[in-house]
């Protein structure tokens, strides 16, 4: 199923309140994770579903802020800014795999005592979801993921399509980019992956800077971007997550994208079963932040029809044979 719409309502996200940095920031809270400080917040109705929000390369969880209040209504909201990112540790000397933010999560839902729960992700997030999704049908003691709601982001090594800065972060001249990089040429390589109509604002790409740069994060990007040789390297596995038939997956995309737009949109078409697909005109990577009442309107019409089908098979059940 695929449904296509334009967006609503573009200047909302900048008529509305923006929740500062700061302001998240106070309202979280810290665990510790291989003796590194990880920063988590939560929100939301505490008995009922976890959502696991899963953010994205190069930012942290503030990427949810415009749709955060809204997801708040219906479900338990969790999200942590993985290790190298936002207010979490950026240690130097430190080993940044898929694998390793993948445990962060696992072991973040420990904590909060999960044992099922759904996910929302973004970007790099979508990476490590499906290493998430693969776990499931491998041995072991984990929280049971329920369903997968996945914006922009590289699925297939073979769409991705990664940015100028991208490219250079991953060759020899990487630690000159780091140390080059300043909030006015981060800003310009920035907009160019959201959609012409739904530019940051200012204050956004201030806050996006701030929590790059928190903590010395910058010096870390060459550590960091390695996640993209390692979606080439796990290609089965990590697409091969994607193909089981009993996950309820969706995709939201904002076709905009130079990144993962519409070259992604006809991938996932050909190799996802039963593709649930909705496509975002004018929106570009970031859609929480371009068009969050959409992503908010589609992912609570996602959770519902799975809700649906829960009853009707229960309802099935039942019925004598």
């Not at 309140?17 to 994770?33: C, H, K, L, R």
């Not at 994205?56 to 997801?71: I, K, M, N, Q, R």
């Not at 839902?109 to 499931?136: K, M, N």
């Not at 997956?249 to 076709?255: R, S």
Request: hydrophobic share 40%; charged share 20%.
């Amino acid at each position: 199923m695929i449904v296509t719409g334009r967006t609503t309502n573009i200047d909302w996200q900048h008529n509305r309140p923006m929740t500062p940095i700061d302001e998240w920031q106070a309202s979280g809270n810290f665990f510790n994770y291989r003796g590194h400080r990880i920063f988590w917040r939560a929100a939301g109705n505490c008995d009922a579903r976890a959502l696991l929000l899963i953010h994205g390369f190069p930012t942290a969880s503030w990427d949810w802020e415009a749709v955060w209040p809204a997801l708040a209504q219906h479900y338990r909201l969790l999200a942590v800014d993985m290790i190298g990112f936002g207010f979490s540790d950026k240690p130097r000397r430190y080993e940044y795999r898929i694998a390793d933010q993948a445990n962060i999560q696992e072991s973040f839902l420990r904590l909060q005592g999960i044992t099922e729960y759904h996910i929302l992700a973004h970007d790099y997030g979508d990476t490590v979801a499906q290493e998430l999704l693969a776990r499931q049908s491998e041995p072991g003691d984990r929280p049971k993921l329920r369903s997968v709601c996945f914006l922009n982001g590289g699925l297939f090594p073979e769409t991705h399509r990664p940015t100028i800065v991208q490219r250079l972060l991953q060759s020899y001249v990487g630690p000159i980019v780091t140390r080059l990089m300043t909030r006015d040429r981060f800003a310009r390589s920035f907009i160019q992956v959201f959609g012409s109509k739904t530019q940051p604002t200012p204050a956004q790409i201030d806050a996006f800077w701030k929590l790059i740069v928190h903590n010395e994060g910058i010096r870390i990007y060459t550590s960091l971007i390695r996640y993209i040789s390692e979606r080439r390297a796990n290609r089965q596995r990590w697409v091969g997550a994607l193909q089981r038939e009993d996950m309820p997956l969706k995709l939201i995309d904002g076709v905009a994208d130079p990144v993962s737009g519409v070259q992604m949109v006809e991938r996932y078409q050909q190799l996802v079963p039963r593709p649930d697909i909705v496509i975002l005109e004018g929106v570009g990577h970031y859609p929480q932040v371009e068009a969050p009442e959409r992503v908010v309107e589609e992912y609570t019409a996602f959770r519902a029809q799975l809700s649906l089908a829960v009853q009707q098979n229960a309802c099935s059940a039942r019925v004598p044979a």
